[in-house]
């Protein structure tokens, strides 16, 4: 019985001790603005939290020759030994071979964007500028042919494209 009775008094303790006077937590260091808006770099469906910039696939033929073909092979097709396709298998998702590549399956543009700016290249992810950003996702979507080559994305611009599975995941939302 002393036993149990000491761990509920430690158990006290502990959870006691860990609350600063004021009843936060006491862990940890408040982050300033600049701070928080470095890290705070989620972008959703409707674009909120795009960054200033702008890039066309002209642009973005560069940065993906220079920072991404090596992984992605030519053309974003991938191939033996490479990253998976970024493009191709538009409409085949209900076929028995479906192909998800970004542009036959994700259903948002701006996923896009927010995955390669934290993520890619792959060995050296968030090193890209936004612009570089902006112009290596119409790169990508010009190759799988959702926009015009000149088209310019930006902030306004990149939430209105419309990706070709945009609707196909209507069904299973419906059904939640
Ligand atoms: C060092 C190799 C490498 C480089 C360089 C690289 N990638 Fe990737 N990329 C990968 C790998 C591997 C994956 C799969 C990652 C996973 O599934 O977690 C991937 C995944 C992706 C995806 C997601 C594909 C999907 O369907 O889920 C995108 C988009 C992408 N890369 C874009 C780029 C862009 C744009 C660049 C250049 C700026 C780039 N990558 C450079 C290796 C690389």
Known sequence: MFGVKRLLVIACFSATSVYALDGSPGLGQALDSAEITGIDISIDATGRNLPVGSGTALQGASVYEAKCLACHGAGAVGGENLADPLVGGIGTLTTDKPLKTVVSYWPYATTL????RRAMPL???MSLADDEVYAVSAYLLFLGGVIEESHELNAETLPQVKMPNRDGFQSVWADR
Do not use: E, I, M, T
Not at 113 to 116: G, M, N, R, W
């Open 113 to 116: 964007f927010d995955y390669v």
């Open 123 to 125: 060995n050296a992810p």
